[in-house]
């Protein structure tokens, strides 16, 4: 074998190829994180005693009487945020529960009695700040429960960078949200709810039997029920029961029945009743006119499963969306190049062995 000075290249080569491998596996295995995501949190400054309720506002004001509390933002993050805070109404979910709207809806109940301190505000990463607010009930307000809420968004413009040109991507609205119920007065009145009618809609692309409720009454209202539907011949074609979340006073849904309904053009009768504490359940006794098949609809499995049709109950303080991670152009990006990397140190251990026997001839 043919030397030269100091350590033989075989030896230098050998002590050379396993940090190569090792760096290749690294840049292989090492994985990029993306930034730090913004995230944010809103409740009540002054929480109740009460731990079932403590994440929202449980306020009691007179006809005409102005109120003051204040909200908290929490920033539990790594990174500075901006935040726009809102008041919004709440409304009943299409299959009960309460859903709260938007900051460009229509605000007529406690969404247009708050006004807020500030509506942006910044927060420091692990930091918080409070926002004072005054709730004003009108004078003309009748006794009972109101529910709205005080909703927190994401600056995307002023917390996130913006995204290059030629990227892609899905863009999402991210809230919390703390709910905000107000007892208007001293509540002597019992719940109320009706059953309207029933006919067949179509829902999610399926023939669906939907009754419309209403809750006419003046507090927040949950109940359970059963409905059954049957042809010319009395014979039972549908047979459901069904528990509704909450429904916001003075509002009305189409709670759609979870059954296949029949398909037969006819005549059908719906029985149908409500149970919500009340003197007596709501009663609904009527007929159903089914005037052609259904129209071809994508296929559904047995027990017509949908996506949930309601929303978060009252006690709503969602958290933010937020997290860390890996992000996933990058990891492939990374994955390649470690994939790379080990195909180059192969053909480098090719030649060194292929050198290595051409010394040996």
Known sequence: MRKYGGTPRRNRRGATLPVMLLLGTFVFLIPVRAADEPQFGIRPANPSADGATSGYFTLKAQPGETLKDAVVVANPGTVPIKVALYPVDATSGRGGGAIYLGNTDPRNGVGAWITLDASTVEVAPRKQETIPFTLAVPKTMRVGQYLGGIAVQLDRGASAAPQEAGSFGVSTVTRALTAVLVNVGEITAPPSLRIMGARIADVDGLPTLTLSMENDGTTLVKSHGNVTMTDTTGTTVLRS?????????????????????????????????????????????????????????????????????????????????????????????????????????????????????????
């Open 241 to 361: 029961q069904f528990a509704l979340d909450t429904l916001v006073p003075q509002t009305t849904i189409a709670y759609p029945v979870q059954e296949e309904p029949p398909t037969l053009p006819g005549t059908y009768r719906v029985h149908a009743t409500l149970d919500f504490g009340g003197s007596a359940p709501a009663v609904f006794d009527g007929p159903v006119v089914i005037t052609a098949p259904p129209t071809a609809a994508p296929a559904a499995p047995s027990g017509r499963a949908r996506p949930p049709a309601g929303a978060a109950p009252v006690a709503v303080n969602a958290p933010a969306k937020g997290s860390g991670g890996i992000s996933p152009p990058i990891a492939v990006l990374g994955g390649l190049l470690g994939a790379f990397a080990v195909a180059v140190v192969g053909l480098i251990v090719a030649l060194v062995r292929s050198r290595e026997r051409q010394q040996r001839e």
